[in-house]
């Protein structure tokens, strides 16, 4: 019998449009989570009624579903206030624009039985405003960026106990400099080569695309990475990031 104790946890604000999807993702996976936290910005849409409609569903699935809603300072302060009302052993983070596969709890766990690791993480299908897709895969011989995908993770409470939190001077790119702490710490990554989570990349860190490429530039001067390799991957994010965007449209014509 499995005794391993998961926490999903959803930050949303004003999701009225996209919540139901990440929820029924959450529902609908074959090993059920033990419980769900939405952590929301007081919202002042829909988005709360939509959730609140959900509780009859999560109470006979036997999840514990817990609503958070009070102002926040952006994503992060909400993922870790999650975090820090969680209870479980693992921690997934998925987005309201964002859903999981149906197994994604599934190949965490038997990952669990064979491997030893801190970090699990997968591949991902992002969409764009067209819903077009890609099916992305992450590249851990690259150090120095975010190669891998947060909405794939699942993180052991045990990590960010060791390594901390999601650090707020960063609005959109906190998620790359935890994985830069987390690697320097030593904390070993899993990756699982199969379909984790949908991405949509019409999200916070796509409309405020130059915020988080400046952001990932003080991010790298904070850890130390060499000017050159820094100022690489500036120029690299500014003018390869559309240019390979625009060719995979022609592409896909």
């Known amino acids: 019998m499995n005794t391993t104790q998961i926490s999903i946890i959803t930050p949303t604000f004003n999701s ?43 109470l006979r699935k036997e999840i514990d579903l817990r609503i958070i809603s009070e102002p926040d300072s952006g994503i992060y302060d909400a993922i870790n206030k999650g975090i820090r009302n969680s209870s479980g052993d693992w921690i997934g983070i998925i987005n309201s624009d964002d859903y999981y596969e149906q197994h994604a709890i599934d190949r965490l766990l038997a990952a669990l039985t064979t491997y030893h690791f801190d970090i699990f993480h997968g591949d991902l299908i992002i969409f764009d405003s067209k819903e077009n897709t890609t099916i ?28 901390g939190l999601y650090d707020l001077n960063f609005k ?73 965007s625009f060719l995979m449209q022609i592409l896909k014509r």
């Open 172 to 244: 959109l790119s906190a998620d790359f400099e935890w994985v830069l702490r987390a690697r320097k710490a030593s904390l070993s990554f899993h990756y699982d080569h199969h379909l984790i989570s949908h991405y949509y990349k019409y999200g916070a860190s796509y409309k405020n695309r130059m915020r988080g490429i400046f952001e990932n530039l003080e991010i790298r001067k904070k850890h130390s990475i060499p000017l050159v390799i820094t100022y690489y991957h500036l120029v690299k994010e500014i003018v390869f990031g559309p240019v390979k």
């Open 16 to 58: 009225e449009k996209s919540i139901e999807r990440t929820l029924d993702s959450v529902l609908q996976q074959k090993t059920k989570p033990n419980e769900y936290i939405i952590v929301d910005n007081a919202s002042t849409d829909q988005t709360l009624k939509l959730v609140n409609s959900y509780k009859e569903l999560f």
């Open 136 to 163: 992305h895969y992450p590249r851990n011989d690259l150090k120095n960026t975010m190669s891998i995908f947060h909405p794939t993770m699942f993180i052991s409470k045990e990590s960010y106990a060791k390594v």
